[in-house]
């Protein structure tokens, strides 16, 4: 018979997922783990594998959290835009957080912190990033065919500015001791969707 484990699996990983939100994942040792999960190495290894694959895993995890609420916030049926409006107002009120400041959002630290060099976290970032410009996009093609925004606006070229603009507001919110700053700035974003806003050329 297998041996029951002596220990939550998923509150493992939660617990692993805000230590490494808070630290990072190169200030974060396997002992740093050993001791804020309460269970041996070994249990750690049999269960999640290594410090990177549990990384990977705490990071899915994040994301499973979060990305169901902004699609269906986004798909709701009537008018597009305010869904859009209330998105970024959202990120924005999350980054001028007490709670968040300092640990700003863990895709964009590990996008930051791991992207560069390592493949895998790179294809989770992507994977993310696509999945915020795809519901952004669609956002902003039903409210142009809805007439909230002009026809001449690029629905994709919205939502691509959005999705880099809304990573830029966490680096900023995560070290930013002026709440303001991205409250201001998310309203300047705003006003790109406004009706009376010239296009690029």
Known sequence: MA???EFDPDAALRAALELFWRRGYEATSMADLVGHLGIGRASIYATFGNKRELYLKALERYEQARLPELLEDLSRPGPALPGVRALVRRFAA???SEELRGRGCFVTNTAAELAPHDPAAARRVERNWDQLETVLHTALARARAQGELPAGRDPLALARMLLVFLQGLRV??????DPARVRDAAEQALALLDRDTPPRA
Request: charged residues 35%.
């Open 94 to 96: 999350d980054a001028a």
């Open 172 to 177: 900023v919110g995560k070290a930013s001791a």
């Open 3 to 5: 041996r029951t484990k």
